[in-house]
C-alpha cells in the first residue's frame, strides 16, 4: 500500500504563483509514475502532467510553461506560476505502482482569484 498526502493549496490572486507537495509513504519502492490531476467544480477529473522514475516530464497543453513538477526522494511537487482563474480546482496527487496498482491522494483546494 502507498499513502499519498498532499500540502500547499490555498488562495492566490491571477497571475501569482503556489508551489503544492505530495508526501508519499508505505511501499514507496513500488512507485513507478506520478503525477497530479486536478477537478474543478462540475467537471471530470483532468490531467495536470506526471512524471517518471527517472523524472522525465509530461504536461497538460493547459499548464505548459507555467507549472513544473519534480519529485525528490518520497515526495512530489508541483511549481504553479502565472495562475489564472481557470486553475481553479481540487489538485489530486496521483501514484501509479508496479502491476499498474494506481492510489490517490485526497487532493488540496487551489482557488485563484481574479
Known amino acids: 500500500q502507498v499513502q499519498l498526502v498532499e500540502s500547499g493549496g490555498g488562495l492566490v490572486q491571477t497571475g501569482g504563483s503556489l508551489r503544492l507537495s505530495c508526501s508519499a509513504s508505505?511501499?514507496?519502492?513500488?512507485?513507478?509514475?506520478m503525477g497530479w490531476y486536478r477537478q474543478a467544480p462540475g467537471r471530470q477529473r483532468e490531467l495536470v502532467g506526471t512524471?517518471?522514475?527517472?523524472?522525465t516530464t509530461n504536461y497538460a497543453d493547459s499548464v505548459k510553461g507555467r507549472f513544473t513538477i519534480s519529485r525528490e526522494n518520497a515526495k512530489m511537487y508541483l511549481q504553479m506560476n502565472s495562475l489564472k482563474p481557470e486553475d481553479t480546482a481540487v489538485y489530486y496527487c496521483?501514484?501509479?505502482?508496479?502491476?499498474?496498482?494506481?492510489?490517490w491522494g485526497q487532493g488540496t483546494q487551489v482557488t485563484v482569484s481574479s
Open positions: 508505505g511501499m514507496i519502492f513500488s512507485i513507478v509514475n
Open positions: 496521483n501514484a501509479v505502482a508496479t502491476l499498474w496498482v494506481t492510489y
Open positions: 512524471i517518471t522514475r527517472d523524472g
